[in-house]
């Protein structure tokens, strides 16, 4: 593992660990249905599915969209090399899960700065016997380390797919789009960016609640236009797939997504809503209630 990141001792990791503070990582983890998260996180968890009821909607469309996204680029596009950024908690199919099944050399490549997505970083290395896996422990904001350590499973010199889902709305402008920018430019010549933003275009009131219970909270949450989305891509040089930037639901639609566990009705009348998350079913989703752009790009 880069940067002998899985080394590190397990005490040092836990003092890293602020279970004090809400982190993005372990929110997204809860409002998945997974378990590798805080009280604090629960309880912002709970404030957004407050604020907006259905807002589970977004983040496991997402994950779904990420899922297509990286079928379409290995499959269609035969991209066997990815970087994802932002990697979070191993839950659902990850990346290297999702490529491998297509092309079972697909190297891949996780980065995060969370102790506790990095304690439960080996779930991410279970790589095939014929591809293989890496984690570094970075952040978004050090993409210059990111990229040396990168290189050591990656080849710059043949296509990688960045991907970029649910980090940039944790980033102002004065960094995301200038490391995007640096992260493109390493990138080859058939290479792909694979990308998912929350934006208040869709419906801004219930995505503008969601934004204050994360701000009183201390998170960045710039909420981004399609135009905005769009420029990731454009001013980068990027040619963008069909359909474009599209609400994440709309990304090329196939009816897989995973379902949801099944429970007992009357057990789960005695569930809150944070607990309720992951019995839920995901295709009854509406226009109303998607507030995430999402799409990919390929570099000429």
Do not use: C
Not at 57 to 77: I, S, Y
Not at 139 to 146: A, H, S, Y
Not at 156 to 161: L, N, R
Not at 170 to 191: H, Q
């Amino acid at each position: 593992m880069s940067g002998d990141a899985l080394g590190q001792d397990p005490a040092e990791l836990r003092r890293r660990i602020d279970t004090t503070k809400a982190h993005p990582a372990r929110v997204y983890d809860v409002l998945l249905g997974g378990k590798d998260n805080y009280p604090v996180d629960r309880n912002a968890a709970a404030a957004a599915l407050a604020a907006n009821p259905r807002g589970y909607l977004d983040v496991r469309h997402n994950r779904d969209f990420l899922r297509r996204a990286v079928t379409a680029v290995a499959a269609e596009g035969g991209i066997r090399q990815f970087l994802d950024i932002g990697t979070g908690l191993p839950t659902q199919e990850n990346v290297h899960q999702i490529a491998q099944r297509i092309t079972p050399d697909a190297r891949v490549v996780y980065v995060d700065n969370d102790p506790v997505v990095l304690a439960h970083a080996r779930a991410l290395l279970t790589s095939g016997p014929e591809g293989r896996t890496d984690y570094i422990d970075a952040d978004f904001r050090e993409p210059k380390q990111i990229l040396e350590q990168a290189v050591e499973t990656l080849d710059f010199t043949q296509p990688v797919a960045l991907v970029l889902v649910a980090i940039l709305h944790f980033v102002e402008d004065a960094d995301a789009y200038p490391i995007v920018r640096g992260l493109v430019d390493t990138l080859p010549s058939g290479s792909r960016l694979v990308l998912s933003h929350l934006t208040e275009d869709l419906n801004a009131e219930d995505i503008r609640a969601v934004q204050r219970t994360f701000t009183e909270r201390g998170f960045t949450f710039v909420l981004r236009s399609r135009a905005e989305v769009e420029r990731f891509f454009t001013e980068n040089g990027l040619i963008l797939d069909e359909p474009g930037v599209v609400p994440a639901h709309h990304w090329r639609p196939d009816g897989d997504a995973p379902a949801p566990e099944t429970a007992d009705p009357a057990f789960l009348a005695t569930l809150d809503a944070v607990d309720k998350v992951r019995y839920l079913d995901i295709s009854d989703v509406t226009d109303a209630d998607i507030n995430v752009y999402v799409a990919t790009g390929v570099k000429p």
